[in-house]
């Protein structure tokens, strides 16, 4: 069956700009989380989705980071104004509830100019 | 709070040798164990996980794990490293809040040389 779908697979950007990175899980996956992937920092948990709700947004930057999640399934980052330590993968992973097993999307590779 | 530390950044095995990824964890609770590899490009694929139960664990490709909690660690190994095993792996774990979320060690990057 379908995996967890990431959109776009890159993305570059200028200093400053808004951009929104789409999450589409596996279908019946309740449980949805955000990851990022840089190089100095390694991979971080950034906000956690048990269906539309988000009890653990402690992992969220700062608040230019921002995500939502719509009819239990698709969420959408977003990160108003852009600053070039944002760059870096943003992997989305979804779970069944009660499965404590994560599967992964392939990423959005973020480059900020 | 929860930490995994991952001993080794980079691992370097003959085709054929025993591979071992090490991983040692810090957890005030019962902790639950991942080990997930990336390939270029791609994201994360779960190789196998420890909840409760059997201490050790077996996963894809010929991997498996054990936990040991005393001495905090869940070190990865195959006894025949292949060439298509290449790859960066990462150790996780959860299990400090009912969110799931995973706290991921450094990686490790694990060449096959031929």
């Known amino acids: 069956g379908a995996g967890v779908s990431q959109s776009p697979s890159n993305k570059v950007t200028e200093k400053g700009k808004d951009v929104e990175l789409r999450c589409d899980p596996i279908?019946?996956?309740?449980?949805l989380y955000w990851y990022r992937q840089s190089l100095g920092q390694g991979l971080e948990f950034l906000i956690y989705?048990?269906?539309?709700?988000?009890?653990?947004k402690s992992g969220l930057p700062s608040d230019r980071f921002s995500a939502e999640r719509t009819g239990g399934s698709v969420s959408t980052l977003t990160i108003q104004r852009t600053q070039q330590e944002d760059s870096a993968v943003y992997l989305c992973?979804?779970?069944?509830?009660?499965?404590?097993?994560?599967?992964f999307g392939d990423g959005t590779r973020l480059s900020i100019l | 709070a929860q930490s995994v530390t991952q001993l080794g950044s980079h691992v370097s095995v003959s085709e054929g040798a025993l591979v071992l990824l090490r991983c040692n964890y810090s957890?005030?609770?019962?902790?639950?164990l991942f080990w997930y590899v990336q390939y270029p490009n791609q994201g994360l694929q779960l190789l196998l996980k420890?909840?409760?139960?059997?201490?050790l664990v077996k996963g894809i490709n010929g991997f498996e794990a054990e936990f040991k909690k005393s001495e905090t660690s869940f070190h990865l190994t195959k006894p025949s490293a292949h060439m298509s095993d290449a790859a960066e792996y990462f150790c996780?774990?959860?299990?400090?809040?009912?969110?799931?979320?995973?706290?991921f060690g450094q990686g490790t990057t694990l060449q096959v040389k031929p």
């Open positions: 420890y909840t409760t139960g059997a201490t």
């Open positions: 279908s019946g996956h309740t449980a």
């Open positions: 989705f048990q269906g539309n709700s988000a009890p653990d």
């Open positions: 992973a979804s779970s069944l509830k009660g499965d404590v097993a994560q599967h």
């Open positions: 996780a774990v959860s299990g400090s809040s009912n969110t799931g979320k995973l706290i």
């Open positions: 957890s005030s609770v019962p902790p639950y």
